[in-house]
């Protein structure tokens, strides 16, 4: 008998700990619901909440919160016209000229005017007004600046902006084309509603770093040689150039802008503010690694410094 109250006792001062053991479990935490299969599934509930409140972070614009602004990214060159037949050069806004026996395009409006193009004459006629499709053709310069492109429209989006590109593969636009992205559904019988257009290329020839092309001169524009129009490009160009050269590897070449010429197609029939920018020099083996590894970088500052000139002069 005394050895079964021994036991007995023995018995309840086990069960006893561990009833003082899982308690204290459950106190701090280490024992949950979740230990035995209860509740397994509310986990997953918090997942997609959480991921709901990241995605709210990237602000989405709708009809009462409409776009910060609207911005026309162009990648420059595309495609090479040696590859084009003459459909894909039609569709492209290319045009044939018999009297210059060749495709291309107009670079100035007439005076006064817009979507009428100079044929040659009743402009400033600065240089030969023809402009050769060849001379847009590259090796592999269009590919550096689609990538970039890409990498700065997703950035924009983030930060709440439209973004329309020019292309977005091999194909090649002219420029004349690539300004109707500047309108609501490429109306050019309405006003542009876009607010800016970013031109991106890669330069070549010798040298090295990155600048912007800035306007200096007169130009064919229906606003004439509208001094606002002047001024807010040159400082969207600056802002955008000084953000890729404080912010990535790149360097500055020419001090950051290089100017004097007139003649741009897209300087010369653009509706809005305009950044030409020549990033870095792709026949350089520097800059060239620069651009392959750094394109995200650049992308990224390309959008931070366009946000920098909404913060300064908002949309047109």
Known sequence: MKKFLISL???????????????????????????????????????VEHTEEQNAESPQPTEETPAKGIVVIDPGHGKSSSAMSEAEKTEEGWIYSSAKGAWGEWRHWKS??????????????????????????????????????????????????????????NENPSMTKRLTYCYKDGDTTSEADADVFVCIHSNAGGGRGSAYMSLSGTYDRRDGDDLDYVSKSNALGSMI????????????????AYGGLPEAILFCKSPIPIAYLEIGFFDNQSDLNILETESEAIGKAIAEGIDEYFGAYGQN
């Open 112 to 169: 006064g005017t817009a979507w009428q193009d100079c044929e040659g004459s009743g402009c400033c006629a600065r240089g030969d007004c023809w402009y050769p499709i060849v001379n847009g053709d590259r090796d592999i310069e269009p590919e550096i600046n689609l990538r970039n492109a890409e990498f700065a429209k997703a950035y924009l989006e983030e930060l709440g902006y439209e973004v329309r590109m020019t292309r977005e593969g």
């Open 9 to 47: 006792i023995v018995l309840f001062s086990v069960i006893l700990a561990g009833l003082i053991v899982v308690f204290v479990l459950v106190v701090n935490g280490t024992i949950t619901k979740e230990t035995f299969g209860i509740g397994a599934a509310e986990p997953a509930a918090l997942v």
């Open 241 to 256: 150039n000084d953000s890729i050269t404080k912010k990535t590897s790149m360097p500055a070449w020419a001090g950051g």
